[in-house]
Each structure stands twice: as structure tokens, then as C-alpha cells.
């Protein structure tokens, strides 16, 4: 039982659980607008018949509501039939009030279209002023780009790319950013590097421009730059030569008034030939426009492309300095040619000094160097070769002077030089060797020219003209002038010794050297120096060219006895006039022979030896004839009895001979050394002339073939053998000792007598 009532117990106490579970359900489904599903699923919780019981449970809910409203509304019902009787009495007041508040709604809108319409203009025109301040300060920013844009424009119009670079610049930096939000900047931008490259293209073709321009006007370049500086040395040496003329007036004031009144004219009219020649002449940075290379070189730099640039200008410069270095063919022709040649190569390097000098390491100083020693090298090359082919000496002095002018012009410059005068050593050997050709040329027309007689001389005038050509001393004139000064003209007129080609011959070796001095001038070379290379030169002149015109004119068929004796006494006095000569050179050079040790001129040598052949031709000459005569002898070996007297040919021969002796007299005797060879050369030609006499008779006497010799011809052998002796015997030419000459015939004398004994014993 009391199981049971526990049972029913717990029955009961699910009922009333779940009744209280229905009643919180339906008060969240009355308090909550959230869903419903979590309410209703506990509601359907696996409970049987849980939706009736529910559903009653609603049910009651419901019932329970209506009768609460049903309450409530009986409860206010009566307030709410007094209200909507004080609503119904309200209605005719608002039916009234709606008319009038719509008429005054009407009223109210025709009054108010107007002011509409001015507030709608007024927010217009303030929409309006809004966008034109807009529009103003968006042109603010963008005027100055447009502006700066259009500037960019005219500076490539007016072909002014640096500044226009500098602009793109601006416009990159400062000015596009402000407006890069707007199409017409980003079409800027793009064209900007189309603009760099157009400018970079452009001032490479003005730079190609600019380097085939200089190109073309480097010689005229050049020559404008050899003119100033062989004016500024023109300049030089006339101030020297005032302040030498100034320096002496003290010492030797006659003569130097003179001499600087000279020099002073000389001075004042360099002076103007100068001032004109700088009227005319331009610099060289007036003949070239360099501001191509500048524009590109700023331009590259700008660009960061600097060193693409200098790279480009060095090797076209260099294949420009190839170009320039080459000569023509025909250089050695004509000066023109060299000057042409110096003028193109020194207007390359004016140009690169000055590119050098108002540029920073577009060109270094390195860079010249080295293209100068490049240069250098190829100029001594050509020149040595070129020079090589002239054979004008004129032309080689021409030759010298350009390369002097080339040298301190380029000197002025900076660039080293001393090669050049080196080489001009080498073209001073080639220059005296086309002068000794010269030369000889004149000493043989000179030669040929000469009568080989002794030169004549009526008056006193005639003798002064011919001392004043040559050195010659005559001490009896000289004797009378002294003494007897008012008998001096019956003195002539009168012969002098020498023939004319001495004085000729003379003038001309002071024309030769004062030639070689030509081109040891300007040379800068010590006055020693260039005393040395004219003695030198001058030892050439005598002891080669002269010595061997000397040599050949002796050899010469058409010379005889006279014109050998004559170029006997000839070189006598050209030997003598030997040491003029060097005095000669000393006073044009400034050169004292007594304290300075220089060297000697070899012309003593030279004319010894040209004796000594003249006097071996003598004695060629004179066998020749003599062996000329004996060829005409003509004996008959069987003549029965001789003719009573020498032979013709013989007598003809004695007298040939007797008359040749007799142009010894003429030989030098002005003092005891002379006379005393003058006698040697006689005594041995008249010796050798009679031993070579006798030994033909001999050889004639003795011949082989000769088979039979009759009485009468040895007899007639005999006269002629006399006649021989005779001749010996009477001093043909004095200075002979006792018998001395006889004895050239005592051999034959003795040939001859064996031979009559012989025919007398048969």
C-alpha cells in the first residue's frame, strides 16, 4: 500500500511537472519574439499526447485572455463613447481648419515659387563658382607644367638642348608629380625619353657636323697658328736685336747710332707688319664654332652617358689624326705640299689644346700625349722618306724652315718637340749633300767657263773689284802704294797670277757657306755648334765636290800644259785663301779661333793633292806629246849617208819642248817656298820629259824587227842624239846641278855608239 501511494505519488508529481513545464512554454511563447522551435520541442518531448495536453493548456490560456479583455473593455467603454463623441464634434472644426490651412497652403506655395526659384539660381551659381575655384586651382598647378612643357618646345625649336634638358628635368622633378593623376602629364611622360633621344641624336649629327668641319679647316687652322708664331718669333728677334743695338751704343757710338737707326726702322716696321698681320689674322677660335662639343658633351653628361660620348670623340678624333698624318704622293714636289701637310696636323692639335682646355676629361693631358707620340712618329717617317726624294736644295731649306715654324708652334702648345730638331740633323746631312751637287754643277760651269789665262787687270778700279771678290795680295803693288801712292796707276795695266774661275770659285764657297748657315739657323744650336757644322760642311764643299771637280776638270782630254800649269798657280792661291775662309766663318758665327778650339778646314789637303795630279797629268801630257812626235819620226835604216843635220821631227819636238819649259816661269814665286816648287815641278817635268825622250829613241834604236841598220842612218841617229844632249846641255829649265839633265841621254848616247861600233867592225 504504501508502494502504491508512492506510486501515486510520483504520478501525481509528474503531472504537476508537466503542467509546469506547458505553463513556462506558453509564457515564453507570450514574452519572447525569438523562435519557437526550442519551446515547442520541449512541448513535443517524447511525451505521449503532449499536443492535446498542450493544445488544452492553450486553450484555457486563451480563455483566460478573452475574459481579461472582455473586462477591460467593459471597464472603458463609456470613455470610449465620450471620445468619440468629442470626435465627432471635432470633425466639423477640422474639416473647417483643413480648408484653410489648404488655402493657405496655396497662398504659401504661389509665394514661395519665386523664392524657389532664386534659391535653386543661387545653389547653381554657387555649384558653378564651387567648380570654377576648383577648376583655378587644378589650372594652377597645371599652368606651370603646360608652361614649362611649351618652354621645352621653343628650346628645341631654337635648337637650345642643354637648357631643354635641364627643363625636362623640372618637369620630371617638381612639376609633373603635382598632376600625374591627369592624361595629358602621362602623354608628357611618355614623349620626354622620345625627346631625350631626338636630342641626343641631334647633337651627335651637330657633333659629325662639327668634326667634318674641322676636318676640312684643320690646315687653315694650322695656318692661322704657324702665322702668330712665327710672329711672335719675328717679334722676338728684332727686340733681341734693339737690345743688343741699345747694349752696344756705348762702346761703339758712331757705328751704333747708324745701326740702330736701322734696326730701329727695322723694329717699327715689324712691329706694324705685326700689328696688321693681327688685324687679319683670326685665332683659331675664331675659324671653328666649338659649342657643338660643348652642347653634346653637356648633353651626355646630363644624360649620364658622358663616357659613351668621350669615347666616341677619341676614336673618331684618332681616325681623323690617321687621316690627317697621311700625306700625298706628291708632298715632296713642291713646299706648298709640306706646308699643306704641317698646316692640317698642327690645326688638329690647336684644336684638341684647346677642347683640352675648356673641357674637364672630355681630352687629358694623357691622352694628347699619347696621341702626339703616335703622331710624331708617323711625321718623322713621312718627312724622312719625302725628304729623301728632293733634290732642290732650296726646296729642303724651305723644307727646314717649315719644320722650325711646325716645331715652336706646336711647342707654344705644350707639346715636346726635341725629335724634330733631331730629324732636322738628319735633313742638314741630306741638305749639304743636294748643296755639294749644287755646287758642283757650279764649280764645273765655272770650269768650263774659265779661259785659263791670267786675269787682266787696266786700272786700279779693275784690281780693287777683283781683291774685293778675293783675298789676293800683290806686294809690289802694295810696295808702290806705300812708298809711291802717285806713280800706283803706272803699275798697269798688269796681269794677276790666278785665272778668273779663283775669285769665282771663292764666292762661290762663301755662297756655300752662308747656304749651310741658312739652315743651322733657328735651329737652337750654340753659336759653336753651328760654327762646327759649317766647318764641317765646308771641309765637304773642298775635299769631295771640289777636289773632285779639280780631279776631273785635270783629267779632261781638251786640257793642255797651259791649263794645267794655269790650275796649278789657281789652287796655289785657293790654298791660300784657306785661312780667309775660316776667319770667314768665324766672324759670321761670332767665334774666336784663338779661345775656342774649332776645327780646321781641309782645303790645304785638297788643293796639294789637285797639284800634285796636275802636275802628274803634266808629265803624262808631255810624254804623250812626246810619244806623238816620235811616232812621226820616219828613219830610213838604209840611207847610204846621214843629212848633215837633226832630224825634223826632233827639231820640231826641242822646240815644243823649249816652249812648254817656258810657261813654268809663270808658276807662284812670291816667296821662297813657291819658288822653290815652281822650280821642283819644272826640273822634274823637264827631267821626265827627257827621260821619256831618251827612252823612246832607245826602244827605237833597239826595235826587234828593225834587221838592218845602214852606216848613214846611224850617223843621222847620232845628230839627232846631239841634238838631244844640246838641249840637256843648254838648262831648258834652270836649277839643274852640273850634268844632272845630261844624264837622262847617257844611255842612249851609249846604245848608239855600240851600235856604230858594231857596223864599223862588220
Not at 526659384?117 to 577648376?135: F, H, K, L, S, Y
Request: include cysteine; charged fraction near 25%.
Amino acid at each position: 500500500m504504501a508502494r502504491k501511494s508512492k506510486s501515486n505519488l510520483s504520478e501525481l508529481y509528474l503531472e504537476e511537472n508537466k503542467d509546469q513545464i506547458y505553463e513556462n512554454a506558453l509564457a515564453e511563447i507570450q514574452s519572447f519574439e525569438l523562435p519557437l522551435g526550442t519551446t515547442l520541442r520541449s512541448v513535443y518531448d517524447d511525451q505521449p499526447n503532449a499536443h492535446q495536453r498542450f493544445m488544452e493548456k492553450l486553450d484555457a490560456c486563451i480563455r483566460n485572455h478573452d475574459r481579461e479583455i472582455e473586462k477591460m473593455c467593459n471597464f472603458h467603454h463609456q470613455g470610449f463613447v465620450d471620445a468619440i463623441t468629442e470626435l465627432l464634434k471635432v470633425r466639423a472644426d477640422a474639416e473647417k481648419l483643413k480648408v484653410q490651412v489648404t488655402d493657405t497652403n496655396r497662398r504659401l506655395q504661389d509665394a514661395g515659387k519665386e523664392v524657389i526659384a532664386q534659391t535653386e539660381e543661387i545653389i547653381r551659381c554657387r555649384v558653378q563658382q564651387r567648380n570654377i575655384t576648383t577648376v583655378v586651382e587644378k589650372l594652377q598647378l597645371c599652368l606651370p607644367v603646360l608652361e614649362m612643357y611649351s618652354k621645352l618646345k621653343e628650346q628645341m625649336k631654337v635648337k637650345r638642348y642643354y637648357s631643354a634638358l635641364k627643363t625636362m628635368e623640372q618637369l620630371e622633378n617638381l612639376y609633373l608629380p603635382r598632376v600625374s593623376q591627369y592624361r595629358f602629364c602621362q602623354i608628357m611622360i611618355e614623349n620626354l625619353p622620345k625627346l631625350r633621344e631626338e636630342i641626343k641624336e641631334i647633337s651627335m649629327s651637330d657633333l659629325k657636323d662639327f668634326l667634318e668641319s674641322i676636318r676640312k679647316h684643320s690646315d687653315r687652322i694650322g695656318e692661322t697658328a704657324m702665322k702668330q708664331a712665327q710672329q711672335q718669333k719675328t717679334f722676338s728677334t728684332a727686340l733681341q736685336k734693339q737690345n743688343n743695338v741699345n747694349y752696344g751704343r756705348n762702346m761703339h757710338l758712331g757705328r751704333s747710332r747708324i745701326l740702330e737707326s736701322k734696326n730701329e726702322i727695322t723694329l717699327k716696321r715689324t712691329f706694324e707688319e705685326d700689328d696688321e698681320h693681327e688685324e687679319e689674322v683670326l685665332t683659331a677660335q675664331d675659324l671653328v664654332d666649338f659649342s657643338p662639343v660643348y652642347r653634346c658633351l653637356h648633353i651626355y653628361s646630363v644624360l649620364g652617358d658622358g663616357e659613351i660620348f668621350e669615347n666616341y670623340y677619341r676614336k673618331q678624333r684618332r681616325k681623323q689624326a690617321r687621316l690627317v698624318l697621311q700625306p700625298q704622293s706628291s708632298m715632296h714636289e713642291t713646299v706648298e705640299g709640306y706646308r699643306r701637310y704641317f698646316s692640317q696636323i698642327v690645326g688638329f692639335f690647336v684644336v684638341e689644346d684647346h677642347i683640352l682646355h675648356v673641357t674637364q676629361g672630355l681630352v687629358t693631358r694623357t691622352y694628347t700625349d699619347e696621341l702626339w707620340n703616335m703622331a710624331l712618329s708617323k711625321i718623322i717617317a713621312v718627312l724622312r722618306t719625302h725628304s729623301s726624294y728632293c733634290s732642290d736644295p732650296d726646296l729642303v731649306l724651305e723644307l727646314k724652315n717649315l719644320i722650325v715654324v711646325f716645331a715652336d708652334t706646336l711647342q707654344g702648345y705644350g707639346f715636346p718637340v726635341n725629335r724634330l730638331f733631331d730629324l732636322l740633323f738628319e735633313i742638314r746631312d741630306q741638305y749639304n749633300e743636294t748643296l755639294l751637287k749644287k755646287w758642283s754643277g757650279l764649280f764645273r760651269d765655272i770650269f768650263e767657263a774659265d779661259n785659263y789665262s791670267p786675269i787682266p787687270v787696266a786700272n786700279e778700279e779693275e784690281y780693287k773689284i777683283v781683291i774685293s771678290k778675293f783675298p789676293f795680295q800683290d806686294p809690289e803693288l802694295d810696295k808702290v802704294r806705300m812708298n809711291h801712292p802717285h806713280i800706283l796707276q803706272q803699275s798697269f795695266p798688269k796681269k794677276l797670277p790666278m785665272s778668273q774661275s779663283v775669285p769665282q770659285i771663292y764666292i762661290q764657297v762663301k755662297e756655300f757657306i752662308y747656304a749651310s748657315l741658312k739652315f743651322s739657323e733657328s735651329l737652337h744650336r750654340s753659336s759653336t755648334e753651328i760654327d762646327d757644322m759649317l766647318r764641317k760642311s765646308t771641309n765637304l764643299l773642298l775635299t769631295r765636290t771640289l777636289s773632285s771637280c779639280l780631279q776631273n776638270l785635270i783629267k779632261k782630254p781638251h786640257i793642255g800644259l797651259t791649263e794645267l800649269v794655269q790650275i796649278i798657280i789657281n789652287t796655289t792661291h785657293l790654298e791660300q785663301a784657306c785661312k780667309y775662309l775660316e776667319d770667314f766663318i768665324s766672324n759670321i758665327t761670332n767665334i774666336s779661333q784663338v779661345t775656342v778650339h774649332t776645327a780646321r778646314l781641309y782645303g790645304l789637303s785638297t788643293f796639294k793633292d789637285a797639284r800634285h795630279a796636275a802636275e802628274g797629268e803634266i808629265y803624262t801630257k808631255l810624254n804623250q806629246k812626246i810619244d806623238e812626235f816620235i811616232q812621226i819620226a820616219d828613219y830610213d835604216w838604209t840611207m847610204s849617208e846621214s843629212d848633215g843635220r837633226a832630224s825634223g821631227y826632233l827639231m820640231d819636238l826641242i822646240n815644243f819642248l823649249r816652249s812648254t819649259f817656258q810657261v813654268f816661269t809663270h808658276l807662284p814665286n812670291n816667296n821662297n817656298d813657291h819658288a822653290a816648287m815652281s822650280g821642283k815641278v819644272a826640273q822634274t817635268a823637264c827631267m821626265s820629259a827627257c827621260q821619256h825622250l831618251s827612252t823612246s829613241l832607245m826602244q827605237m834604236l833597239l826595235d826587234g824587227e828593225l834587221k838592218q841598220i845602214s852606216m848613214g842612218a846611224i850617223q843621222q841617229f847620232n845628230l839627232d842624239v846631239i841634238q838631244c844632249e844640246l838641249f840637256a846641255s843648254s838648262e831648258p829649265v834652270p836649277g839643274f846641278q852640273g850634268d844632272t839633265l845630261q844624264l837622262a841621254f847617257i844611255d842612249l848616247r851609249q846604245t848608239q855608239k855600240s851600235k856604230q861600233k858594231e857596223k864599223e867592225l862588220a
